[in-house]
Nanobody, 122 residues
Framework: QLVESGGRRVQSGQSLRLSCVAS????????MAWYRQVPGKEREFVAGINWSGGNTNYGDSVKGRFTISRDNAKNTVSLQMNSLKPEDTAVYYCAQSQYGRSSKYLEEYKYWGQGTQVTVSS
């Protein structure tokens, strides 16, 4: 089970930090990722991190603004979002991969959280 938290309404240019806690005991051997989705559009890859936290990758639209991190001792993955824009408004989902490597491919992620709403107003 994955449980996200931290989503809320903020103003453009502000920062927000999302967290995801995993109940699975195998958390520390699987890659994790954040995706986002707006109504009527496909789920979009935001950021991924490998099992150890030593390798990360990001979607083009968030590079340089968002940072993904993980704490394997706490079964937690976080997404620090800076310089938020109205186009970042979406439901953000935490996902756990079947593999240890980080990937942007949605089909590699087996477990998903319920999502947390982020709204950025201009």
């Amino acid at each position: 089970q994955l449980v996200e938290s931290g989503g809320r309404r903020v103003q453009s240019g502000q920062s927000l930090r999302l967290s995801c806690v995993a109940s699975e005991s195998i958390f520390n051997i699987n890659a994790m990722a954040w995706y986002r989705q707006v109504p009527g559009k496909e789920r979009e890859f935001v950021a991924g991190i490998n099992w150890s936290g030593g390798n990360t990758n990001y979607g083009d639209s968030v590079k340089g603004r968002f940072t993904i991190s993980r704490d394997n001792a706490k079964n937690t993955v976080s997404l620090q979002m800076n310089s938020l824009k109205p186009e970042d408004t979406a439901v953000y989902y935490c996902a756990q991969s079947q593999y240890g490597r980080s990937s942007k491919y949605l089909e590699e992620y087996k477990y998903w959280g319920q999502g947390t709403q982020v709204t950025v107003s201009s």
